[in-house]
């Protein structure tokens, strides 16, 4: 009966690029994480802005006031 090989233990020993290949490939998903997070916090605190002054706008309305 032939062993069985695990298919990523034998990548590894038979392309030796891949290591850097998965390094790079981890930087380039770990940026683009950063950018994603980035742009979320930045559209979460336009849209709490944006929430804040409605809120203010109601209440002016609500308390018979005009901007």
């Known amino acids: 009966m032939s062993e069985f090989k695990l298919p990523h233990v034998e990548d590894l ?3 030796s690029k891949l290591p ?6 981890m930087k380039a998903i770990e940026q683009e994480d950063t ?3 980035k742009l979320i916090n930045d559209k979460h ?3 709490s802005k ?4 409605l809120n203010q706008r109601l209440d002016e309305l609500m ?3 005009a901007m």
């Open 13 to 15: 020993t038979t392309n």
């Open 20 to 25: 850097g290949q998965l390094t790079e490939d």
């Open 35 to 37: 950018d994603l997070r």
């Open 45 to 47: 605190d336009d849209l």
């Open 50 to 53: 944006q929430l804040t002054q």
């Open 63 to 65: 308390n018979g006031g």
